[in-house]
């Protein structure tokens, strides 16, 4: 059953068995379990089928390597005797490429397609060896490319299929260059797709990467402004001087739980009663972004002195060390990897439980991309940001960015209330409010982080360059709008209590139910009341006559 397409007729979109793919393709599909596709698939795949250039936008882990792979095959079907590649796809990094190629042989696998990996870091005379057997299809990160281009005279001219991949970050990352010098060497006539996370607001690098503006189309699914429904949110407050331990004190909370979860889904797995539900027990994955490399050093050995597994990752490292990692985070022998945002672009790691911002994101569509990383096709997810003093603009910037509020729980209280108050006539839904807390336990790990450090010359070097490099790193952080400074005022004005109402009141996720019962009646009016004074005169009247 090969229903074939022409590029004169778009195909309508919908589940698979409508897209007219071929018999091989549309078994591979199945095979890989994939039922329906996704809301990128079913826009970006009958396009790209109609022969148009697109520019296609969708959040990480929307399946978007399979939407431009899935035409890719059809259109190629099979192996051309006639040398020189059909289609070269282009990574912003190697380890990108790799999870490419690994998704590209499977949905290639009823075929008898050639693909071919050409990365930095990997043998030049494997990779000609390899370029020998005519392949293809070109998985490709920019320099190492250009290099065979240049050094071995490669020849693109029968390319009819060139993907840019993460094409902001292509950009961003200095390949400008050498993607001119690919772009020259394919044909005209070739049809060119740009799939990014983000879309950036000048669209002249677009446009220079060679789309024939007559038939480009824009699939755009709104995603970078939103993150899953089924995506939970912990903005926890801490000092600057606190914060190594407030992320020891999140992390052990972050283990607890998953161990929970997990003794519940074995728990029902055993009695029978999960159905599909039912989960393997695993440890749950962690992945915590961090400003620099020498905070990825510093809580590297931190962590691994408080018995906690983690494997880190950052950009300057050692290609072989970077493997070693990231194999020792999927096994499950590493329960945290820390991370960079350069050091992490390209990494995609499946069932991911848990992101942690341990440096708030300068950039509210950066912090998107981030905690993008998990909740995926309808599970379930936590992101969780440690915010500062000197993060709170960033923090309430990123509210406006959602559509969504800072929002206090105070104990004794079952909802959260607005920390920016409300306007007369204005009551703000509950479940657009993001709460933000302190974490109790901080102070006992205060002081074990005190002691390590204290007790180790390494670990204490090592805490001095990473202060030192946070000096640069906040010279160099985009300043947050002036509008986001003056209400993260407003939040934290000492009328209302200041930075230290925000560290006493708890964040919900750590109360304990013993937390309202050690409160006098007096104590929880007195938290109430703190709260009334954010509100309009309506508001606080309101809570008063709940007192």
């Not at 995609?348 to 439980?353: A, G, K, Y």
Request: aromatic share 6%.
């Amino acid at each position: 059953r090969d229903v074939g397409h022409t590029s004169s007729k778009k195909i309508s979109g919908g589940a698979f068995q409508t897209m007219g793919l071929s018999d091989p393709l549309f078994k591979a599909i199945q095979k890989m379990g994939y039922n329906q596709p996704t809301p990128i698939q079913r826009k970006a795949i009958p396009v790209i089928l109609g022969g148009s250039d697109v520019v296609a936008m969708a959040r990480t882990g929307s399946g978007k390597t399979a939407a431009f792979v899935i035409p890719m095959i059809q259109t190629l079907k099979g192996h051309s005797e006639v040398v020189g590649a059909r289609a070269v796809i282009l990574s912003p990094t190697r380890e990108l490429a790799m999870q490419t190629i690994k998704v590209t042989r499977m949905l290639a696998k009823f075929t008898d397609l050639r693909l071919c990996l050409i990365v930095g870091g990997h043998s030049m005379e494997s990779q000609f060896d390899r370029l020998s057997s005519n392949p293809d299809v070109l998985i490709c990160t920019p320099g190492r490319l250009v290099h065979h281009m240049v050094e071995a005279d490669l020849s693109l001219q029968r390319v009819q299929y060139l993907v840019f991949d993460e094409a902001d970050r292509l950009f961003e990352m200095g390949f400008s260059e050498d993607m001119q010098t690919i772009l020259k060497g394919t044909p005209p006539s070739r049809q060119c797709l740009l799939f990014s996370a983000t879309l950036p607001s000048q669209l002249t690098q677009f446009s220079r990467a060679g789309l024939r503006s007559d038939s480009t189309e824009f699939i755009r699914l709104d995603v970078e402004h939103t993150i899953s429904d089924t995506l939970d949110l912990w903005f926890l407050y801490t000092t600057a001087d606190s914060k190594p331990a407030a992320l020891v004190s999140l992390l052990r909370k972050l283990q607890s739980r998953g161990n929970a979860n997990a003794d519940e889904s074995t728990a029902v797995v055993a009695t029978g009663k999960a159905g599909k539900s039912g989960k393997k027990n695993r440890s749950p994955k962690t992945i915590v972004f961090v400003a620099t490399r020498h905070n990825v050093e510093f809580f590297a050995s931190l962590l691994t002195q408080v018995g906690i597994t983690n494997a880190p990752i950052y950009g300057s490292m050692d290609q072989t060390q970077r493997t070693s990692s990231l194999s020792k985070f999927r096994s499950g022998k590493a329960s945290v990897l820390l991370v960079t945002d350069v050091a992490a672009r390209g990494i995609d790691i499946p069932q991911l439980d848990y992101v942690i911002n341990y440096d708030f994101p300068s950039s509210s569509k950066l912090f998107v991309h981030r905690c993008g990383r998990t909740a995926r096709a309808g599970a379930k997810g936590l992101c969780a940001s440690l915010v500062t003093h000197d993060d709170m603009p960033y923090t309430v910037e990123l509210m406006l960015f959602l559509g969504r509020k800072l929002g206090l729980q105070p104990l004794g209280s079952d909802h959260p209330f607005p920390a920016e108050g409300e306007t007369e006539g204005e009551e703000t839904d509950a479940r657009k409010l993001c709460v933000i807390g302190g974490i109790p336990s901080v102070q006992e790990e205060v002081e074990t982080v005190r002691r390590l450090v204290s007790g180790d010359a390494e670990l204490a070097s090592l805490q001095r360059s990473m202060m030192s490099a946070y000096h640069l790193y906040y010279k160099t952080r985009p300043a947050a709008s002036k509008e986001s400074v003056r209400r993260s005022k407003w939040i934290l004005r000492a009328e209302a209590g200041g930075p230290q109402r925000l560290l006493d009141t708890p964040h919900p996720a750590f109360r304990t139910k013993a937390d309202l019962g050690s409160q006098s009646v007096e104590d929880v009016k007195e938290k109430l009341d703190m709260i009334a004074q954010l509100l309009s005169p309506i508001g606080r009247t309101r809570l008063v006559e709940q007192i």
